[in-house]
């Protein structure tokens, strides 16, 4: 098992046309998978996986990809090939992370494109479980984007592609997220240990059957998120935001004053018009909704007063707030709110432990965190504050 690291130099403007570049890595002669940049986010290293290689040498050349156009302005000037050791942490993720072949109407496109992975340790008595998932630029037939960032502080698509348990090194059990969200048992080919999954679905659920014409092999983070939302794993990337603000301008998803003209509208305002908000919440009964007061006492609310734009699951989440250009300098205050959720009768709680409230710079970068961390347990109707940050900087 071995990782391509690719050094790249980019000249690109912030916003290029194409808005993706792609390599094809050729092991011993034999075409393998495409590697992607994404040209103008300042994303200039990428790693793949190879392998699994037998002992003794091996060639490993990067060509331009004959699937997608050139990017003039973005060009390779390091390829290192290097082997990863049996026995390390490494080795034992690397080594069943899912080889993902593309969805057919992706394949040349600038959207809908795997961005990066990361995986997930679970110990569970005696059993020991990686769990994969993938990130991509969005998902073209799943939430529109005004939902997803209501719902999900995002218009990335993350996705649990697969998950494999072993007991003293010995698989026991192996499943990825197929078609409508269910779970199933992993029957499919392998590229050595490795389970190969083809994007299937509009809203990129995956198959263990099929072929495409490309794929890639992502090098998976090991993650902790049992502190932390998701969409935490974008913030060590930057660059990521800027592949989301471009793919929703290329596709005419931004509009300043994106109307509500029906229950869920496919445009929203700029993501850098939004604050972001996370916190872990444990819902009975309610929803959870987020809100800003700019500085013009203006209240800005993450639903837009819509419930079905609400949050309804319990858990570590992240959700946006569109109050307008300048978004970190124009909040005054933030905070919670709980409201009954539709099928509940009486009762209800929202227990909320509001853990940061951000806004992205103009380089994408997310800034400070807002607030001082706070600890709710609202009725429905009822809603919190959270105080400033003595170092927060409006």
Not at 22 to 50: E, K, N, Q, Y
Not at 146 to 157: Q, S
Not at 177 to 204: C, K, S, Y
Request: some cysteine.
């Amino acid at each position: 098992m071995g990782v391509l690291s690719v050094t790249a130099l980019d000249t690109c403007p912030p916003v290029p046309e194409p808005r993706v570049a792609a390599w094809t890595v050729v092991v011993d002669g034999s075409r393998g998978h495409d590697m992607l940049l994404f040209p103008g986010t300042g994303l200039t290293h990428s790693d793949s996986l190879i392998g699994p290689l037998t002992d003794g040498r091996h060639s490993v050349e990067l060509r331009p990809s004959e699937l997608w156009k050139p990017v003039d302005c973005l060009s390779v000037q390091r390829v290192e090939p290097a082997i990863v050791a049996a026995g390390t942490q490494e080795h034992d993720v690397y080594r069943r992370a899912p080889v993902l072949e593309l969805r057919a109407d992706t394949i040349g496109e600038q959207t809908d494109l795997p961005l990066y992975a990361y995986a997930e340790r679970d110990q569970a008595g005696a059993e020991s479980a990686w769990r994969y998932s993938v990130v991509f630029s969005n998902e073209d037939g799943g939430t529109p984007a005004r939902a997803l960032l209501a719902r999900w502080g995002r218009t990335t698509d993350i996705e649990q592609v697969y998950e494999v348990g072993t007991i003293a090194g010995r698989v026991t059990r192996e499943a990825f997220q197929g078609p409508d969200h269910v779970i199933r048992a992993f029957t499919g080919r392998r590229q050595g240990e490795a389970p190969v999954l083809l994007v299937a679905t509009m809203n990129n659920m995956v198959i263990d059957r099929g072929r495409s014409l490309a794929a890639v092999r992502l090098v998976p983070a090991v993650v902790d998120l049992g502190r932390a939302t998701r969409e935490s794993t974008m913030d060590a990337r930057p660059w990521v935001y800027r592949v989301m603000e471009n793919e929703l301008a290329a596709e005419g998803r931004i509009v300043v004053d994106a109307p509500l003209d029906d229950q869920w509208p496919r445009v929203a305002p700029d993501p850098l018009a939004h604050i972001f908000l996370e916190a872990r919440l444990r819902l009975d009964r309610a929803v959870a909704v987020a809100w800003v007061t700019d500085r013009a006492g203006r209240r800005h609310w993450s639903h837009y007063g819509r419930l079905p734009l609400a949050i309804e699951r319990s858990g570590w989440v992240r959700t946006a707030v569109a109050v307008g250009a300048g978004a970190g300098g124009s909040m005054a205050e933030a905070g919670w709110a709980c409201l009954a959720a539709p099928e509940a009768t009486g009762g209800g709680s929202c227990e909320i432990e509001a853990t940061r409230v951000f806004a992205l710079t103009g380089q994408f970068l997310p800034g400070p965190n807002l607030v001082v961390p706070g600890r709710f347990v609202l009725r429905p109707g009822a809603e919190a504050k959270l105080d400033s940050s003595a170092s927060a900087r409006f």
